[in-house]
């Protein structure tokens, strides 16, 4: 059977006690501080999720910005390009028609020109025929 000496007791007794010293003397504040360190850690790490959060929030704004900004750009990219092209065609018809105008004008010159030209070699072909019938006479 099983011997018990006379200390067993107060050897029971002295590890109870230096158990109970040591739990709230020891124990204790390391449990507290693996558990304040937890605390912690899990609070930054919440932290860091929520910025983490707030920053695809904010990408995301700044990305539906961009999208709308270059919407707008190419909007007015496409205006002052069809503007252009408009004051394009308007200089080209503008410059044809003065081209037209112009050559049209001066067909009108040379025809009168002309004309001025026939009438005076008609008047002037008696003259030179009565010239020339003169000079065959005499010769």
């Known amino acids: 059977m099983l011997d018990i000496n006379q200390y067993f007791f107060w050897q029971l007794a002295n590890f109870s006690i230096l158990f109970i010293a040591l ?31 707030e920053k695809d929030d904010i990408i995301a704004r700044i990305d539906e910005k961009l999208l709308d900004a270059r919407g707008q750009a190419k909007t007015v990219f496409e205006k002052f390009s069809n503007e252009g092209l408009d004051n394009q065609k308007q200089t080209l018809d503008s410059a044809q028609n003065e081209a037209v105008e112009i050559n049209r004008k001066a067909k009108a010159d040379l025809d009168t020109a002309v004309d001025k030209a026939r009438a005076s070699l008609k008047s002037n072909i008696e003259t030179f025929a009565k010239q020339i019938v003169e000079k065959l006479v005499k010769a």
């Open 23 to 53: 739990y709230y003397i020891l124990f204790k504040p390391f449990l507290r501080l693996f558990k304040e360190r937890e605390d912690s850690t899990k609070g930054a790490l919440d932290s860091a999720r929520a910025m983490d959060g």
